[in-house]
């Protein structure tokens, strides 16, 4: 039986099955990226919920794990070289979890960094832009009286949303035939964006044609539709 006890962490969430990849999440836009790519993979996972509300991220054992104090993160027993491995955030994970299967990343050089570049577009751009905005609109922002950061944030969201329905254009998934961890990184954060959010009409949302068909046909995805899910909130 693997043994994690070198991380904080299993102390205080102690791991069932410490051979399963360990996961420390909520199903938020960025939670659930990992839980989804694990879906996908098939592999062998043991969530473990974190609760923001309750700021379970800033406790000694988590931030053992992430000093950043934000989730996902993750515990791999049979990382490099085949000893225990922790990681965050969760573009990174993604990344680590397409390699070491070999799947939802091109194997051409070329096409892997061009899968990347819409990961980082997602980490850099689309996530704090579209977390600002939620802010906004429909956090404690929403009663801040000047209005113009909200309006610059959903400025900003059309711009981006612009930038997604101009790549999706003649194309399934974000790389074309081929679904990636670069659609896996979207995924959550359009659908809450004009979900969660209910900002869809603040950004035009329903002029748009590719990015609304795209989502649609990533949340039919079964895997998706489990990643959204785990782990369970209580």
Same mark, same amino acid.
């Given at each position: 039986?693997?043994?994690? /006890?070198? $991380?904080p962490i *299993?102390?205080?969430?102690?791991?069932?099955?410490?051979?399963?990849?360990?996961?420390? /999440?909520?199903?938020?836009?960025?939670?659930?990226?990992?839980? =989804?790519?694990?879906?996908?993979?098939?592999?062998? @996972? %043991?969530?473990?919920?974190?609760?923001?509300?309750?700021? %379970? *991220?800033?406790?000694? %054992?988590?931030?053992?794990?992430?000093?950043?104090?934000?989730i996902?993160?993750?515990?791999?027993?049979?990382?490099?070289?085949?000893?225990? $491995?922790?990681? $965050?955030? /969760?573009?990174?994970?993604?990344?680590?979890?397409?390699?070491?299967? #070999?799947?939802?990343?091109?194997? +051409?050089?070329?096409?892997? @960094?061009?899968?990347?570049?819409?990961?980082? &577009?997602?980490?850099?751009?689309? !996530?704090?832009? &579209?977390?600002?905005?939620?802010?906004?609109?429909? $956090?404690?922002?929403?009663?801040? %009286? +000047?209005k113009?950061?909200?309006?610059?944030?959903?400025?900003?969201?059309?711009?981006?949303?612009?930038?997604?329905?101009?790549?999706?254009?003649?194309r399934?998934? =974000?790389? !074309?035939?081929?679904? *990636?961890?670069? +659609?896996?990184?979207?995924?959550?954060?359009?659908?809450?964006?004009?979900? &969660?959010?209910?900002?869809?009409g603040?950004?035009?949302?329903? /002029?748009?044609?590719?990015?609304?068909?795209?989502?649609?046909?990533?949340?039919?995805?079964?895997?998706?539709?489990? #990643?959204?899910?785990?782990?369970?909130?209580?």
């Amino acid at each position: 039986m693997t043994d994690l /006890s070198a $991380f904080p962490i *299993t102390s205080r969430l102690p791991a069932q099955h410490p051979d399963r990849i360990q996961l420390y /999440s909520l199903p938020t836009p960025n939670g659930v990226k990992v839980s =989804i790519a694990l879906e996908e993979l098939g592999l062998p @996972y %043991e969530p473990h919920l974190i609760d923001i509300g309750k700021n %379970e *991220t800033w406790g000694p %054992e988590f931030l053992s794990l992430n000093p950043n104090g934000k989730i996902p993160a993750i515990i791999d027993p049979d990382g490099p070289g085949g000893k225990p $491995f922790g990681l $965050f955030e /969760s573009g990174a994970i993604l990344v680590y979890l397409a390699e070491k299967t #070999g799947k939802l990343l091109p194997k +051409d050089a070329a096409q892997r @960094y061009e899968t990347i570049q819409w990961v980082m &577009f997602q980490m850099a751009a689309v !996530g704090p832009i &579209f977390g600002q905005l939620g802010f906004f609109h429909k $956090f404690a922002g929403k009663d801040y %009286e +000047d209005k113009r950061p909200r309006d610059r944030y959903v400025a900003e969201s059309k711009r981006l949303l612009g930038v997604l329905e101009t790549r999706l254009a003649g194309r399934d998934w =974000i790389m !074309g035939d081929e679904y *990636t961890i670069a +659609d896996i990184s979207l995924l959550g954060w359009v659908r809450n964006l004009v979900g &969660f959010y209910d900002a869809g009409g603040l950004v035009d949302y329903a /002029s748009l044609k590719n990015v609304p068909a795209w989502l649609e046909r990533g949340l039919a995805r079964p895997a998706v539709q489990r #990643g959204l899910d785990s782990p369970k909130r209580v």
